[in-house]
């Protein structure tokens, strides 16, 4: 069964930074793409991030273009990380991370695209 595990969330000021890694036990197959999604409580779910497993290429949101960085997290088999700079309020929100199955890159930041979820990590920015 497929197990995703967020961890790095929390509160910084405008302007800072925070890394979040998500573990992964296993996930569904066929998979070869993980990434971040965030939902905040005015918004849904949005993708922001992902990594293609096998070819590294990776796909980022308008949003957070050129501010954070998905990378695979060496320490983990599956695992990522987000790297998050330039921090503001309205990246606020709980941030998940996903692996799912697409060969169409104009899907890989849609949530119907991925079938394992994690729980969630909330991040607070503030002002």
């Known amino acids: 069964e497929a197990q995703l595990a967020e961890s790095g969330g929390g509160s910084v000021q405008t302007g800072g930074s925070l890394r979040l890694s998500c573990a992964a036990s296993?996930?569904?197959?066929?998979?070869?793409?993980l990434a971040w999604f965030r939902q905040s409580l005015e918004s849904e779910r949005e993708g922001i991030a992902a990594i293609n497993i096998g070819l590294g290429t990776t796909h980022y949101a308008d949003s957070v273009k050129g501010r954070f960085v998905i990378s695979r997290n060496g320490g983990a088999k599956f695992g990522i990380d987000l790297q998050m700079n330039d921090l503001t309020p309205e990246d606020t929100a709980k941030y998940y991370c996903?692996?799912?199955?697409?060969?169409?890159?104009?899907?890989?930041?849609?949530?119907?695209?991925?079938?394992?979820w994690g729980q969630g990590t909330q991040v607070t920015v503030s002002s």
């Open positions: 996903a692996a799912g199955y697409t060969l169409s890159v104009e899907r890989v930041l849609r949530a119907t695209t991925y079938k394992d």
């Open positions: 296993d996930y569904s197959y066929p998979t070869n793409y």
